[in-house]
């Protein structure tokens, strides 16, 4: 089992900062963190959840085109961390930001389906 912890939602202007922080614990006996692909979605009421950016075992990374130039996807496998750096936000970014995790390659990363694990969501809301 992994367990996955967002923080670092709030509230902030149009044009402003926010980083989330997603802590990773517990693993499937004889894996790390490395073997893990790691996701951000989010999701706002009455709309399907949508991937917003992976940062696969290799480190390669992926965006949604909405966030491209704007939003930035790390790790810290050593203390199982994944962070998103979120700049110049605009009010269509507003939603629940969720963690997500799966183990091995996955075909299509940022689509919900494929991720086993997720946290309980931090809320983003961006003012205009």
């Known amino acids: 089992q992994v367990h996955l912890a967002e923080s670092g939602g709030g509230t902030v202007q149009a044009g402003g900062s926010l980083r989330l922080s997603c802590a990773a614990s517990?693993?499937?006996?004889?894996?790390?963190?490395?073997?893990?692909?790691m996701a951000w979605f989010r999701q706002v009421p009455g709309k399907e959840r949508e991937g917003v950016a992976i940062i696969d075992q290799g480190g390669n990374q992926n965006y949604v085109d909405s966030v491209k130039g704007r939003f930035a996807i790390s790790a810290d496998n050593a203390i199982h961390t994944v962070y998103l750096e979120m700049t110049n936000l605009k009010p269509e970014d507003t939603g629940v930001y969720y963690c997500a995790t799966s183990r091995g390659f996955l075909d299509s990363p940022l689509l919900p389906g494929e991720y086993t694990y997720w946290g309980h969501g931090a809320e983003v809301t961006v003012s205009s």
């Open positions: 517990g693993s499937a006996s004889g894996s790390t963190s490395s073997d893990y692909c």
